[in-house]
């Protein structure tokens, strides 16, 4: 299957889940990927530890939006 495929196939799915459910989908992938950069890159830090808190289940951190705004925030400071 070729990626481009995989990624329709992806982008189905993801269509499919209800709304109240995507967050938690957002995080996944997400930090899948942010995990996927950090083994290609080992010095490299990814996210804050309460964004990182927030994706465990902790309760330390918060929404969808506040992960984004420390993500944005951590690609400002790798620049």
């Given amino acids: 299957m070729s990626a481009h495929s995989l990624q329709n196939l992806l982008t189905e799915e ?3 889940i209800p ?4 967050a938690e989908v957002f995080d ?7 995990g996927l950069e950090a083994a290609e890159t080992p010095a490299r830090p990814s996210a804050s530890d ?4 927030a994706f465990c289940g902790s309760g330390r951190g918060g929404s969808v939006e506040r ?3 420390d993500r944005e925030a951590d690609l ?3 620049q």
């Fill in 14 to 16: 993801i269509r499919k």
């Fill in 19 to 22: 709304e109240s459910r995507l």
């Fill in 28 to 34: 996944f992938v997400h930090y899948f990927r942010l």
């Fill in 50 to 53: 309460d964004a990182i808190a």
């Fill in 67 to 69: 992960l984004l705004a």
């Fill in 76 to 78: 400002k400071n790798e």
